[in-house]
């Protein structure tokens, strides 16, 4: 089973609005640790976000919040207010406390914001 | 001043050559990592090494082999390279020997191979 669905190949937001970017995972592991990366079309591979497992409350990051669901082991990423700049890869990974020093990743989405 | 660093940043190659990248980090961490992402986007683990000491090798043909003299340096040797090396390779490192899930990973700028 895969450990990090992203079933959104390609998102697109007008300028300004917010967007949901969908992550799923799968592990039996009671600690982990959720990441958001961004990949421009430059190539850098840029950290976002991060949310724990026993994390209470939801993680957010100026324009970036993860809507964590748990129990629907659900990490989806927000992005409000939405800048021509985000235009993206973005990839969710999840790095497990039992699992080594393995980082899954997910497939990505490319989110293109237009004008 | 970069945290990890890797180069080249492009490599263009005849098939069957042989060639190296380097990876260094200046952030203390213990454990670097080599990624392989491909045409569509897909990042896929190759090796880690924590402390110099190989603790992942994924699936990946016996001609890429990974150096790492000490902690802060991890290089990635190719041989023989084939048309379907051609991709972007990442180097990145992370904090702590023991895996501890808050730990974010540092990219390097990344390494585009071109074999032709």
């Known amino acids: 089973a895969q450990k990090i669905t992203q079933t959104q190949p390609g998102m697109f937001v007008q300028e300004k609005e917010a967007v949901t970017l969908d992550c799923t995972y799968d592990?039996?592991?009671?600690?982990?640790?959720l990441f958001w990366y961004k990949q421009p079309s430059s190539g850098e591979m840029i950290f976002l976000i991060y949310?724990?497992?026993?994390?209470?409350q939801n993680a957010t990051e100026g324009r970036y919040s993860l809507n964590f669901q748990k129990a629907r082991k659900s990490a989806n990423l927000v992005i409000s207010a939405s800048q021509l700049g985000d235009s993206a890869m973005y990839f969710c990974?999840?790095?497990?406390?039992?699992?080594?020093?393995?980082?899954?990743f997910g497939t990505g989405t490319s989110l293109t914001v237009i004008p | 001043d970069t945290a990890v660093s890797q180069t080249p940043k492009y490599l263009v190659t005849q098939m069957g050559n042989d060639k190296s990248i380097k990876c260094e980090q200046n952030?203390?961490?213990?454990?670097m990592y080599w990624y392989k992402q491909d045409s569509k986007k897909f990042l896929k683990i190759m090796f880690s090494?924590?402390?110099?000491?190989?603790?992942i090798n994924e699936t990946v043909p016996n001609r890429f082999s990974p150096k790492s003299p000490d902690k802060a340096h991890l290089n990635l040797h190719i041989n023989s390279l084939e048309l379907g090396d051609s991709a972007v390779y990442f180097c990145?490192?992370?904090?702590?020997?023991?895996?501890?899930?808050?730990?974010?990973?540092?990219f390097g700028s990344g390494t585009q191979l071109s074999v032709l």
């Open positions: 990145a490192s992370s904090q702590g020997a023991v895996a501890v899930p808050n730990e974010k990973l540092f």
């Open positions: 592990t039996s592991d009671p600690s982990y640790g």
């Open positions: 949310q724990g497992s026993y994390d209470q």
């Open positions: 990974a999840m790095r497990e406390s039992l699992g080594g020093n393995q980082f899954y």
């Open positions: 952030l203390g961490h213990d454990t």
């Open positions: 090494y924590n402390n110099k000491e190989l603790i």
